[in-house]
């Protein structure tokens, strides 16, 4: 039994963690095509830098929501599914 559980709770790491990275790289690449898209609609006076600079200095700024998007995504929601899903089974 308790072997069981540890077997479910590292493969869930896994599989959660690999769906972290994936959810990180897809949010980042996302929010690089909006300032892609954003950079190409300023009047040329405004945008100064060339657009991968200007780009990177955005991007630079959102890395930690990025960070905390991708965790809140990929581990606290299904997590707090699982636990609900138990709860409501063995409880209700």
Known sequence: MIF???RFFFLGLAV???AYLMTRYYIGS????????EW?????????????EWVDQRMARN??????????ISFV???VSVIAIILAVNFL
Do not use: C, K, Q, Y
Request: glycine share 4%; net charge negative; proline share 5%.
């Open 4 to 6: 069981s559980l540890f």
């Open 16 to 18: 959660m963690s690999i």
């Open 30 to 37: 996302t929010l690089r095509e909006e300032l892609e898209t």
């Open 40 to 52: 190409e609609e300023l009047p040329h006076a405004e945008r100064g830098n060339s657009r991968d």
């Open 63 to 72: 890395r930690g929501a990025i960070r905390i998007r991708a965790f809140l």
């Open 77 to 79: 929601v299904p997590t």
